[in-house]
Every structure is written in structure tokens, then in C-alpha cells.
């Protein structure tokens, strides 16, 4: 478990275990293509192929709670009076199969606390950096955007290739953040998200 500091909220980053993994996987797999799970209708994401995970929600709860006072605890002592307490929920739990070309805007979630659970990434970052000559090449990355203590917007991009498979990214929900397109591969891209709440 690691900190990754902003210039105004923290962020948290761990890896699963394999055991959760594994049967988050299965269950993506299971509700691909269903239509009764699709979750596009709540979510801003451009993406065709977003669905709701039910299964793993209880079996994914201990490990969330856990991360949810790791990560309240690292909060500025402003921000700690919304997050006081133990009393964390997962409530929402969903997965993007995400293709080439598509992404999700700049958006915030629900609740107090949100992640992004790096299941499957078809590229690697530095192919994805070649596309474009760009300044600030931002091509395939979850990116955050902050204030600074000036008032001006920051970007904080996350770097994410094959060796960053189960790694969660685990932030304040009303932090915003972008997921940008990538071009170099014609497999799913695929991430598991899910909101959490207080009792």
C-alpha cells in the first residue's frame, strides 16, 4: 500500500489480491454482452460495453472498508469531518470494457471514496507515447485534476501499462479524473470502479 500525494488530496494505491482478482474476472466475463447489466445510462463514460457487478460486492467489501480508513486517514483535518467513523460501504460496483478510441471525460463520482481496479490494459505505454509528438502527451492515461494551494488547475496523470494489472487507484469521489483514448490495440482495455459511501 502506497500514498501518492497531490497538491491537494491523496491518493491510494495497492494491489489486490489475487484471490479478489480472480473472481472479479469471472464475473466481468459473465456479464459481457448481458443486457439487464448494462450500465451506461449512470455512468459518463464514451464506452459501449459497461456493466454492473453484483457477485463480488460483499466479497470485495472487507478489503474496501480497510482502504477507506487507510485513505481517510491521510485526509486533511478539513476534509476528515465528512469521513469520520468506520462505517464505509461499497454501493456501487461496476466494470468497463473499454475499446479502442473510446474514454471517459472529465467527470467526478458519487459518495466519499471511488477506485479504479486495473484489470486488463491491451498496450503498452510507450507504443501509446509514440503515437503523437504532443506536449504533454496524455494518450491512454487516468489523469487527475486538482487545484494547487494558487488556485490553478493541475494534472496529475498515472502511467499505466501491462505491469500495473491488478493495481487499484483508490481517491476521494469528488476528485475529478479523465481516462483518456488509446489507439494501439485492438483488445479491451478493461477497469472495475464502484463508489463508497458512509452508513
Not at 497531490?6 to 473472481?23: F, M, T, V
Not at 467489501?61 to 486517514?73: F, H, M, T
Not at 505505454?125 to 506536449?135: F, R, S, T, V
Request: glycine content about 4%; proline content about 5%; some cysteine.
Amino acid at each position: 500500500m502506497q500514498f501518492e500525494y497531490l497538491p491537494s488530496e491523496p491518493i491510494l494505491i495497492d494491489i489486490i489480491p489475487n484471490e479478489l482478482y480472480d473472481s472479479l474476472f469471472r464475473e466481468s466475463k459473465e456479464v459481457f454482452n448481458k443486457t439487464k447489466e448494462l450500465k451506461n445510462k449512470d455512468l459518463a463514460g464514451h464506452i459501449k460495453h459497461e456493466y454492473t457487478l453484483k457477485n463480488n460486492m460483499k466479497v470485495l467489501q472487507p478489503y474496501i472498508k480497510k482502504l477507506s480508513s487507510s485513505l481517510a486517514n491521510k485526509l486533511h483535518p478539513q476534509d476528515k469531518q465528512n469521513y469520520t467513523g468506520d462505517n464505509f460501504v461499497l454501493k456501487d460496483l461496476w466494470v468497463n470494457f473499454q475499446k479502442k478510441y473510446e474514454f471517459n471525460p472529465l467527470h467526478v463520482h458519487s459518495g466519499l471514496f471511488s477506485f479504479v481496479i486495473v484489470m486488463q490494459i491491451p498496450f503498452e505505454l510507450n507504443d501509446e507515447m509514440d503515437m503523437y509528438e504532443a506536449n504533454g502527451n496524455v494518450t491512454s492515461k487516468l489523469q487527475f485534476v486538482v487545484t494547487n494551494s494558487f488556485g490553478r488547475l493541475c494534472t496529475c496523470d498515472m502511467h499505466i501499462c501491462k505491469s500495473d494489472q491488478k493495481k487499484i487507484f483508490f481517491f476521494p469521489a469528488s476528485l475529478n479524473h479523465i481516462v483518456y483514448p488509446f489507439y494501439t490495440s485492438d483488445n479491451y482495455r478493461i477497469t472495475i470502479s464502484g463508489n463508497v459511501y458512509g452508513k
